[in-house]
Nanobody
Framework: QVQLVESGGGLVQPGGSLRLSCAASGSIFSINAMGWYRQAPGKERELVASITNGGRINYADSVKGRFTISRDNAKNTAYLQMNSLKPEDKAVYYC??????????????????WGQGTQVTVSS
């Protein structure tokens, strides 16, 4: 069974930092891209940052210069370093991955795989 497991969320004061991790495990042939999304109460889920296999990175305008996405291909893990956090960054953060899986000896594309989410709260 394939899993995306997020960790690193929590409560932090404005201006503080957190580092989120997303570890992928299971019958994975390749991870084509990974990304972080967030959803605040009453709002739609939005892209925060993404990184492709080739290292192409994309950030939401609201986090540029404050957040950094990276990945460790050997560990099938993506990270989101969040600095200078603001109260408006409060949300549930979800890991998303574009995967190619091995199922019954064949390759199956799963372009939209989600983790369970981790809560980030920014408050004094």
């Amino acid at each position: 069974q394939v899993q995306l497991v997020e960790s690193g969320g929590g409560l932090v004061q404005p201006g503080g930092s957190l580092r989120l991790s997303c570890a992928a495990s299971g019958s994975i042939f390749s991870i084509n891209a990974m990304g972080w999304y967030r959803q605040a109460p009453g709002k739609e889920r939005e892209l925060v940052a993404s990184i492709t296999n080739g290292g192409r990175i994309n950030y939401a305008d609201s986090v540029k210069g404050r957040f950094t996405i990276s990945r460790d291909n050997a560990k099938n893990t993506a990270y989101l370093q969040m600095n200078s956090l603001k109260p408006e960054d409060k949300a549930v953060y979800y890991c998303n991955a574009d995967l190619t899986l091995v199922q019954a000896g064949t390759l199956v594309d799963e372009p939209d795989y989600w983790g369970q989410g981790t809560q980030v709260t920014v408050s004094s």
